[in-house]
Antibody, heavy 117, light 107 residues
């Protein structure tokens, strides 16, 4: 069974850094693209970017390029989404999901990131 | 980037109704479109890919069609578990993008 396990929640202050994880199991980690999708409170889905763990090929949406870093450690079947300096506007649910590099077939349960003083 | 619009943004329907949701793209492409269902507090679920291919395990009352700039998701006979928000997503060009969503309410 394919599983993508994410931490449930993170609470941070503005200006702090954060790296959230997505651990895959039940499939060949290096052979599927992993993507990240943002959902701000009460809003729709936003495609942030994807990475191919096999060779670390990464694509970003221009809306998120330079704002976040997507990475993967294939030795532990884990992908990451990272911020160097959080803003209140980064408060959102962040989903990881895997697929063939086009659409997402399996999704994690999401990590709720709250940025507040 | 390809922009996607969805219509309607919300609709009210009864169990057993036929429901059609439209996704319109700012530029045309062949079939690089997927549809997802999201229920409150849950992750999205893939329903349709390549515009008209049904994902494994998804009930056959869901179907997709279209090409060019206009795509549709149809639910042939709405069931209680289908009340949710539906999103289209294009994967023809980077950056891939989602539509704004269509919320299906109980009438």
């Amino acid at each position: 069974e394919v599983q993508l396990v994410q931490p449930g929640a993170e609470v941070k202050k503005p200006g702090e850094s954060l790296k959230i994880s997505c651990k895959g199991s039940g499939y060949s980690f290096i052979n599927f693209w992993i993507g990240w999708v943002r959902q701000m409170p009460g809003k729709g889905l936003e495609w942030m970017g994807i990475i191919y763990p096999g060779d670390s090929d990464t694509r970003y949406s221009p809306s998120f390029q330079g704002q976040v870093t997507i990475s993967a450690d294939k030795s532990i079947s884990t992908a990451y989404l990272q911020w160097s300096s959080l803003k209140a506007s980064d408060t959102a649910m962040y989903y990881c999901a895997i697929g063939n590099g086009e659409y997402f077939q399996h999704w994690g349960q999401g990590t709720l990131v709250t940025v507040s003083t | 980037a390809i922009q996607l619009t969805q219509s309607p943004s919300s609709l009210s329907a009864s169990v057993g109704d036929r429901v059609t949701i439209t996704c319109r793209a700012s530029q045309g492409f062949s079939s690089a479109l997927a549809w997802y269902q999201q229920k409150p507090g849950k992750a999205p679920k893939l329903l349709i890919y390549d515009a008209s291919s049904l994902e494994s395990g998804v009930p056959s009352r869901f179907s997709g069609s279209g090409s060019g700039t206009d795509f549709t998701l149809t639910i042939s006979s709405l069931q209680p578990e289908d009340f949710a928000t539906y999103y289209c997503q294009q994967f023809n060009n980077y950056p891939f993008t989602f539509g704004p969503g269509t919320k299906v309410h109980i009438k």
